[in-house]
């Protein structure tokens, strides 16, 4: 299975500003995922990142405020822009796609904001 | 849309079996999954249904029923550390995509 790891771990920020999440795969992939987990909750997906073309963002979530680069089949990016305390969440990268093949989850990124 | 119903909290004695459920709504079914999330870690998988029946993998088996909307994960010999989170999340296959959609999570409780 691919080995999924995010870069940062955590991080604390504050009001008006914005964190961009790495997420890398020791494998090539043709989609990637990011999903939002708010404290207490599931995870709820934002958006799907293909490589070469924009990013599709699921119901409630935009790409202003959650833009997104692909920029080659290891790679992604996700930018939580002009952060509030409701951005406080745990940010999950993920990869897998079709027929049986598993989807796994990244390490996750932390991220509070004050 | 997707509607995927989980228990919210279950509590069960280490040694027995317990069963968690989950339900679901989808248009473009493409598989079912059951992660297994520690407090502050991210999901692991456990085990992935896109056929009709049961899959077994050691302690934790793993049933679908497509027309019924329907499965469950079956954790035997239950031991403290299988305490976590279980989450149900299915695959919709719309557009090309393959998005996971998760339930709210069932939270397991083991007591000695």
């Known amino acids: 299975s691919a080995v999924i790891s995010q870069k940062p771990s955590r991080d604390i920020c504050q009001r008006g500003t914005s964190l961009t999440i790495q997420c890398q795969v020791d494998?090539?992939?043709?989609?990637m995922f990011w999903y939002r987990q708010q404290p207490g909750q599931s995870l709820t997906l934002i958006a799907t990142?293909?490589?070469?073309?924009?990013?599709?963002?699921e119901s409630g979530f935009v790409i202003d405020k959650f833009p997104i680069s692909r920029p080659n089949l290891t790679f992604s990016t996700l930018t939580v822009s002009n952060m509030s305390p409701e951005d406080s969440s745990i940010y999950l990268c993920?990869?897998?796609?079709?027929?049986?093949?598993?989807?796994?989850f990244g390490p996750g990124t932390r991220l509070t904001v004050t | 849309g997707q509607n995927i119903d989980q228990p919210t909290e279950m509590t069960a004695t280490e040694g027995a079996i317990v069963q968690i459920n989950c339900t679901y709504q989808t248009s473009g079914f493409n598989g079912l999954f059951w992660y297994q999330q520690h407090a502050g870690e991210a999901p692991t998988f456990l085990s992935y249904?896109?056929?009709?029946g049961l899959e077994e993998k050691g302690r934790f088996s793993s049933f679908l029923s497509r027309s019924k909307g329907y499965s469950y994960l079956l954790l035997k010999e239950l031991q403290m550390k299988d305490s976590a989170s279980y989450l149900c999340a299915v695959r919709d296959r719309r557009a090309g995509a393959n998005n996971l959609f998760f339930g709210t999570g069932t939270r397991l409780t083991v007591i000695p």
């Open positions: 249904n896109v056929l009709d």
């Open positions: 993920s990869v897998g796609g079709t027929g049986g093949e598993t989807s796994h």
């Open positions: 494998s090539q992939v043709t989609m």
């Open positions: 990142a293909n490589q070469g073309s924009e990013a599709t963002y």
